[in-house]
């Protein structure tokens, strides 16, 4: 398997549920990211991992929580969400830096109700 | 500050028509890329094209070419001969050198192609 790949692709939760979305990448890179894409939205970077250290955390409340075992795993970790958060939720992965882009995974879309 | 703009909500193209998407960008850093990224509705976000600040071409990739006008700020995708799968949301990001892993994102423009 190549590229990057998120699962589930859907996801429906209660504001109660605890879950966990995953992300794998299959390219050597070493630095790993969250996005949240909303409706009518711009992209909003949540988390970065470089060499599995966390680099950069955009003010997210803390029922996201993310983890990062090795270069090639990432998780978001959900508990008690909220209706805003239903989103389509990004993994990329880059070469340290990103500075020629990012690969991209197909999203988790998470209806929260 | 630094910021990326896309003035095209949405655009209607006829099939086999080339298609422009406007993309100007604003930065001080003399050091930065610039992205495009296409989304279809599978919500995938697939990179189609790169442009280095001091690359002295435009860059292309198959039917994707990136008009670059650095003094005019602007770096715009031109799509030729359109086809009923380019459908879809177009993003132009920059990345610069001390932006700390950020890309900076236009907010989109949705492309649909007519038959």
């Known amino acids: 398997e190549t590229g990057v790949t998120q699962t589930p692709r859907h996801l429906v939760m209660g504001m109660t549920n605890k879950k966990s979305l995953k992300c794998e990448q299959h390219l050597g890179h070493n630095a790993m990211y969250w996005y949240k894409q909303s409706a009518k939205k711009p992209l909003e970077l949540m988390f970065v991992?470089?060499?599995?250290?966390?680099?950069e955390n955009n003010s997210v409340p803390s029922r996201f929580s993310p983890e990062c075992p090795n270069s090639s795993h990432l998780f978001l970790h959900l508990h008690t969400l909220q209706p805003e958060d239903s989103a389509l939720y990004l993994c990329?992965?880059?070469?340290?830096?990103?500075?020629?882009?990012?690969?991209f995974g197909s999203g988790t879309r998470l209806t929260v109700v | 500050a630094q910021k990326i703009t896309q003035t095209q909500p949405g655009m209607f193209v006829q099939e086999k028509e080339a298609v422009t998407l406007d993309c100007t960008y604003d930065t001080s850093d003399p050091s930065y890329g610039l992205f495009w990224y296409k989304q279809p509705s599978s919500g995938e976000m697939i990179f189609l094209i790169y442009q280095g600040s001091y690359d002295q071409q435009n860059a292309t990739e198959g039917r994707y070419s990136l008009n670059f006008q650095k003094a005019r700020k602007s770096a715009n995708l031109v799509i030729s001969a359109s086809q009923l799968g380019d459908s879809a949301m177009y993003f132009c990001a920059m990345r610069v050198l001390d932006s700390n892993y950020q890309l900076i994102w236009g907010a989109g423009t949705k492309l649909i192609i007519k038959p």
């Open positions: 991992y470089s060499l599995e250290e966390r680099v």
């Open positions: 990329a992965s880059s070469q340290e830096g990103g500075y020629y882009g990012y690969t």
